[in-house]
């Protein structure tokens, strides 16, 4: 698995997540603990694009592309970007804001950066 590189890309549709931790746990079934990270990692990550950002409206999109090293692997999800200013939503704290702490915890980086195509979040796990 050196050095491989795969992207997809999906609608910005609720059904997108299950098929992006299918997606990863199809590609790394080589390394059942790698695929567990990268999953939970990529369910959080779509989420949050379909939640707080563009990705969610009608036509959105969410890109996802995996890189494999032999000694690190790079999951990096770019959502359609920022959304127009909403109505204020009623969030069920106890039910939200911890995708991103648990990707922190199972990755030894994380980071994210706005890019031409909207907004991309990353995770790195060392092997």
Do not use: F, K
């Amino acid at each position: 698995m050196d050095g491989r590189v795969w992207r997809v890309d999906v609608p910005g549709v609720t059904g997108a997540v299950p098929l992006l931790r299918c997606w990863v746990r199809l590609l790394l079934a080589e390394d059942a603990e790698l695929a567990e990270a990268v999953e939970l990692i990529v369910s959080e990550y779509g989420t949050n694009a379909l939640w707080h950002s563009a990705s969610g409206a009608p036509g959105g999109r969410i890109g996802v592309e995996l890189r494999v090293g032999c000694q690190q692997t790079r999951l990096t999800v770019v959502d359609d970007g920022p959304v127009p200013a909403r109505a204020a939503e009623e969030v069920d704290p106890a039910e939200h804001g911890r995708g991103l702490i648990l990707a922190a915890a199972y990755a030894e980086e994380t980071g994210q950066y706005d890019c031409a195509d909207g907004h991309a979040v990353w995770a790195l796990i060392s092997r």
